[in-house]
């Protein structure tokens, strides 16, 4: 049994995630300690416990302490089936960080994966579906992953009910040197059961924000009736994005530069992937061999995914800083 120290480096959430994840690939049992340690509300919650049961259904999993609040688990996988599965996190829980969790088994799995979610597709601290499906998927489909999602609606918090459709299908996954792309910036802006002009009021600001830095955009705007009520924004070019969430209380206005705010960093960097694909990309480079990007900083929770991909696989990530970036490759 391999033991993980939950409480290392960042110590969240996305450290069990990719520690499921890749037992799942090799099989190896695993038991994690220390789980969100630090955190003001230690231990599992209720979207971590739909993440972990969702994989433990999909690998036939031996699991225990899957439980609000607990710290330890451990998990120990049979075979990654295919199959079709119905989710529902019950919550405003994020689907994209459950789909997290899942993810880089399904290029192994023994048949095609369809899964049907519900839960928050647009929620704090937390990758947006707008984000998912033009940034980190793109980046995956040149590591040869064969993935796709539908947003069917839209969940913001508290209340959820946001619905996607996901498909997988087993691949083989090939190693890829991510360069720059230059592209127009796109982007959706959305909001439900709000006045018509919130979404446009965010669009028209970040692409302000945005032509102010010497950038051109195109967004789409969005507005629609949902079981939940919110607003978002999330821009993209290449395989770097920046979005933002509306408040009770944030003009809408804020909203759209927040997210302009976020992307224009990342696109003066000259990195070829931005901060948050950087952490999410580290599994699946390891396990296609030798890969690599740069990125303007490497965050704690990329450190943290690398040496938590160290301990499964035969593989070692070497970290160089190049011109003001830092140039992340695996071998």
Known sequence: MLEIDGSYGEGGGQMVRTAVALSAVTGKEIKVTNIRKNRPNPGLKQQHLKALETAARICEARISGLFPGSTELSFAPVEIKGGKYD????????????????????????????????????????????????????????????????????????????????????????????????????????????PTHVPLRQAEAAAARLMEAGYSSRIETQSFEAFSTGSGITLWTGYTGGSALGERGLPAEEVGKHAADEIIPELRSGASVDTHLADQLIPYMALAGSSSYTVRELSLHAATNIWVTEQFLDVKFSIEEKEGLFEVSVS
């Not at 994209?96 to 969790?101: A, E, R």
């Not at 929620?123 to 499906?133: H, I, K, N």
């Not at 793109?138 to 913001?156: D, I």
């Not at 619905?163 to 996954?173: D, E, N, Q, S, Y």
């Open 87 to 194: 989710i529902d996190i019950g919550t405003a829980g994020s689907i994209t960080l459950l789909l997290q969790c899942i993810m880089p088994a399904l290029p192994f799995a023994k048949g095609e994966v369809e899964l049907t979610v519900r839960g928050g597709t647009d929620v704090a601290w937390s990758p947006t579906m707008d984000y998912l499906q033009h940034v980190t998927l793109k980046a995956l489909e040149r590591l040869g992953y064969s993935g796709s999602v539908t947003l069917k609606e839209h969940g913001y918090y508290p209340k959820g009910g946001g619905k996607i459709l996901a498909f997988f299908k087993p691949c083989r996954l090939k190693r890829f040197h991510f360069l720059k792309e230059e592209e127009e910036i796109k982007g959706v802006s959305h909001a439900s059961n709000l």
